[in-house]
């Protein structure tokens, strides 16, 4: 991820009431770019005047000069933006929550605060609630912001739980412990959720509570005279960033001494928004959202284990009790590092997520009950040339015994829903537009009948991949894809065999994915424009590429090395491919980070146009050998190919980074890796990036 921000106030300058003229931030997953140019205030303010200076700055935007303060985010010409307020006026410009038409409530309506933009929460948490303050210092932080902001008594609140909605009155706040003193207002003004509760029973319920109920439980009431708006807007960035930004551990982290918004806030926040405008896969946010359920009750069993732990006891079930912890420890450490992987956009980006769920449910349909196969044509009109050539070249060899039928369509996917396995599909020429994904779960063929640019199959809508295959043996050939508006993936080999010969992919997000177990044979495609890497391998896969175009791509082959996970590596074969302007790495390996720099420098050549052939420098092509039991064999056979590579890099220098190749050929990555051209690779040729 690539961040740039101008300086941000200090603590002291906060209390000052200065204001930060600009922050713009890049996200590698969403793009996001923000700029927000505010007024500098004058210099001659006082320091008595810290409240309303520090109210102003995170709220309002005076309107002299509006040209200078414009600016270049979508969000300031949205009337609801927080940054346009003006203390000058009286009347509230925050909109009212009203009650949803035909719910019938007693209690009035609220502030609408939900609607806040990116960059509105982005600063108030950076420059006004939490600053660069440590995870330990999150509370007291908060605690100061609000302090600043909050009307300390005499405001009508809206206290909601899971259960009930009731009307109060605060009192008095309790800025250490984030609570309020709240009283019952009367008559009772009630909305309950499978339960009957009545003025006594609340009473009694805050008389237990002592009256004090947590701030970020609070809605503050609608009131058009202004005066509140600080106020619910303070208790939004409040309950918003327990709700969806801390985690019950992070002030249990051992390394305290970091800056707890830029580690772990703002990417939070970012993965927040990507989720909630449609920019990362479904599949991706209910792992997360499954991982963060996992980490908490882990968290909780952990703390359970460590309090029943006592310092000077060597009994036996206290050293039960700790191997149980650290056990617990070992799995919490391995869920918030997946989390950490997650909300990084980088690591997102590099490291991948789990497969969509809509397509695990599509089940294999096998062979047919009768035996029968089907030919399936796919056009909306041909002509009588073509319908002759169909049926010579194509239909009358397929169709010679009894048992195979011939059925139309005009959608490529309904023909693919109706396949059982050994059925084929043939896509006569013409543009297809679909809107769902393809599922190929069975051993069927799917080919063009004509060249690429004649056979286009695009999909426009926004969703997740485009082609998803988990069949034994796949076959796709002599078709354009074109994908728009994506959030995965053009293909995706999830398990089986998949052949995919004369295909042209034009990508939205990332191109082909191979995933642990599956065997993609990619000959003579031409792949471009994805966002990510042009081809994803993971590990225990097998990925063979002869003779192919990758090209602008943000990278063009990226291989994922997981060894702290798993010990099988990808067997990949690259042969006679072209792989050219690329923004990062013609081939990028991703690895864990033993002690390693974050990224491999690498030794461009001179002329950083000047294509680099691996055809002239490490040709490998390793004798077949017959499969034996013979370890030693096996063992000199690996040593064979790693030193016939070695040396080929030794004696050429033409490789932009011999140390990236060297590092590929240790790990045994490569079965055949020659014939292959790069030219003009932004960051060079070959990689490694580590996490």
């Known amino acids: 991820m690539e961040q740039e921000a101008r300086e941000t106030p200090s603590a002291g300058a906060r209390e000052a009431g200065a204001e930060m003229t600009e922050v713009a931030v890049f996200d590698l997953e969403s793009y996001v770019n923000v700029e927000l140019d505010m007024k500098e205030d004058d210099s001659t303010s006082k320091v008595g005047q810290n409240v309303s200076a520090i109210s102003q700055a995170l709220f309002q935007n005076e309107v002299e000069d509006q040209d200078e303060s414009e600016s270049d985010g979508d969000g300031d010409d949205d009337g609801s933006s927080t940054d346009h307020f003006n203390t000058e006026k009286s009347a509230t410009r925050l909109q009212r929550c009203e009650h949803h038409a035909g719910v019938n409530s007693s209690l009035p309506d609220t502030f609408e ?187 909780k069993q952990f703390s359970l284990v460590r309090s029943s732990l006592s310092t000077d006891s060597d009994s036996e079930l206290d050293n039960v009790s700790m191997v149980e912890g650290l056990k617990l420890y070992d799995q919490l450490e391995m869920l918030k590092r997946k989390l950490h992987i997650i909300e990084n956009p980088l690591l997102r980006y590099v490291l991948g997520c789990k497969g969509n769920n809509r397509q695990q449910c599509v089940q294999s349909r096998g062979i047919r009950a009768s035996g029968m196969k089907v030919v399936h044509v796919v056009t909306v009109s041909c002509t009588n040339i073509q319908l002759q050539s169909l049926l010579s070249d194509r239909l009358l060899p397929l169709c010679s015994s009894e048992d195979t039928r011939i059925q139309f369509h005009t959608d490529p996917v309904a023909a693919v829903d109706s396949c059982h396995q050994g059925d084929v599909v043939i896509v006569l020429p013409g543009i297809y537009n679909v809107s769902s994904a393809i599922f190929l779960p069975d051993s069927i063929s799917i080919e063009g009948f004509g060249l690429p640019d004649e056979v286009v199959i695009e999909k426009k809508n926004k969703g997740g991949s485009f082609v998803e295959s988990t069949g034994a043996d796949v076959t796709l050939s002599n078709i354009k894809f074109i994908q728009h508006d994506a959030i995965e993936g053009i293909l995706c080999v999830r398990q089986g065999t998949l052949n995919m010969e004369n295909c042209v992919l034009q990508c939205e997000t990332t191109g082909v994915i191979v995933r642990t177990s599956a065997h993609l044979t990619m000959k003579m495609c031409d792949l471009y424009g994805s966002k990510g890497a042009g081809v994803e391998i993971y590990p225990g896969s097998v990925c063979s590429l002869v003779g192919n175009g990758i090209h602008h791509c943000k990278d063009g082959i990226l291989i994922k090395d997981f060894a702290d996970e798993l010990d099988v590596m990808p067997s990949i074969t690259m042969e006679n491919n072209v792989i050219h302007n690329n923004e990062g790495y013609g081939v990028i390996v991703v690895k864990p980070n033993n002690g390693e720099q974050h990224r491999v420098p690498l030794d461009r050549c001179e002329d950083p146009t000047a294509p680099t052939s691996s055809s002239n420098s490490a040709d490998v092509q390793p004798e077949s050998v017959e499969n034996n039991n013979s370890t030693d064999r096996g063992v000199d056979f690996t040593s064979s190919r790693k030193l016939h590579l070695s040396r080929q890099l030794s004696r050429n220098k033409e490789w932009s980074c011999s140390r990236a190749v060297q590092d590929m050929v240790d790990r045994q990555i490569f079965v055949s890796l020659q014939g292959n051209q790069f030219r003009r690779n932004i960051m060079g040729d070959f990689g490694t990036f580590f996490y």
Request: aromatic share 14%.
């Open 113 to 299: 605060t939900s609607h806040l933009l990116f960059y509105e929460r982005f600063k108030a948490y950076q420059d006004y609630m939490l600053g660069d303050c440590k995870p330990s210092e999150v509370k007291a932080f908060t605690a100061d912001y609000l302090e600043k902001v909050l009307e300390t008594s005499d405001w009508l609140a809206q206290w909601s739980t899971d259960v009930f909605d009731v009307l109060v009155e605060v009192r008095d706040v309790d800025f250490k412990n984030l609570k309020a003193c709240v009283e019952l207002v009367l008559p009772l003004q009630c909305d309950t959720r499978g339960c009957e509760l009545n003025e006594d029973a609340m009473k009694s319920l805050l008389d237990a509570t002592q009256h004090k109920v947590p701030l970020q439980e609070l809605q503050v009431v609608y009131d058009e005279s202004g005066d509140f708006d600080q106020t619910a807007l303070a208790l939004e960035h409040l309950r918003f960033f327990y709700k969806h930004i801390w985690r019950l551990w992070d002030e249990e982290d051992e390394d305290d001494d970091f800056d707890y918004f830029v580690r772990c806030v703002e990417p939070r926040l970012r993965l927040y928004y990507d989720i909630l405008e449609g920019r990362v896969p479904a599949g991706l946010v209910t792992e997360y959202q499954s991982l963060l359920e996992n980490c908490s009750q882990c968290f």
